[in-house]
């Protein structure tokens, strides 16, 4: 059974600096997309970053040149950086796994941003 874990969020002031991680495990499938969205209460889920096939990256237009999506080698492991974080930053964070059909999402971590 796969299963898709984050790691790494927390509470932070703004202005600082958070990464995440995610472990997707229970396949020998290497996901062809991985890749992170966010979520406030009330809000539809929306896009952080993704990679597919391990070198094309999309942004969301409000993370754009303060965060950073990796994903080293053929590894079903992504990360994110996230720099100059601001208080709308604050949300749960969701990791997701993809290859064809299939798509597996993680719990979320929460971030939140605030002094």
């Known amino acids: 059974q796969v299963q898709v874990v984050e790691s790494g969020g927390g509470l932070v002031q703004p202005g600082g600096s958070l990464s995440l991680s995610c472990v997707a495990s229970?396949?020998?499938?290497?996901?062809?997309?991985m890749g992170w969205y966010r979520q406030v209460p009330g809000k539809e889920r929306e896009l952080v970053a993704t990679i597919m096939s391990g070198r094309f990256i999309n942004y969301g237009d409000s993370v754009k040149d303060r965060f950073t999506v990796s994903r080293p080698g053929a590894k079903n492991t992504v990360y994110l950086q996230m720099n100059s974080l601001k208080p709308e930053d604050t949300a749960v964070y969701y990791c997701?796994?993809?290859?064809?059909?299939?798509?597996?999402w993680g719990q979320g971590t929460q971030v939140t941003v605030s002094s």
């Open positions: 997701k796994a993809q290859f064809k059909e299939f798509t597996y």
């Open positions: 229970g396949t020998r499938i290497l996901f062809t997309s």
